[in-house]
């Protein structure tokens, strides 16, 4: 399926708890999980966005997939990926701007991240 990258960010946390801290935190918010796996480690959520804008065109997404990728022991990257919809004339109903999701998860990656360097 066609992704978009959003941001990719780098944390030095186990991907297990990555995953865990990251589903439970989207659960809590009013923007449902559509798709959990925990085997490949990918949330999808619903997220209507703008992925990209020319000048008379605007591509508009429903979702936002959140992958972990470990790195190695203690580190994982996280991905933000659109899933554009090229078809969708008309934004869909809600758009929310996709930086508040990527910094709301990266605060509580941190917050895992230094509550694991203090112990």
């Known amino acids: ?19 865990s801290v990251a589903a439970e935190f989207i659960q ?30 605007r591509c508009w997404s429903n979702t936002i ?15 933000f990926r659109s899933r554009p919809n090229l078809f969708a004339l008309r934004p869909p109903k809600g758009v929310l701007d996709p930086r508040d999701l990527i910094e709301r998860v990266s605060v509580q990656l941190q917050q895992q991240e230094r509550s694991l360097q203090g112990s």
Do not use: C, N
């Open 28 to 57: 809590g918010l009013p923007t449902p999980i559509l798709q959990q796996d925990s085997a490949r480690r990918v949330l999808v959520v619903r997220y209507p966005h703008k992925v990209m804008g020319m000048i008379f065109w």
């Open 1 to 19: 399926m066609l992704t978009h990258l959003l941001d990719k960010k780098t944390f030095k946390v186990d991907v297990d708890a990555a995953y």
């Open 65 to 79: 997939e959140i992958r972990f990728k470990r790195i190695d022991e203690g580190s994982v990257v996280v991905e």
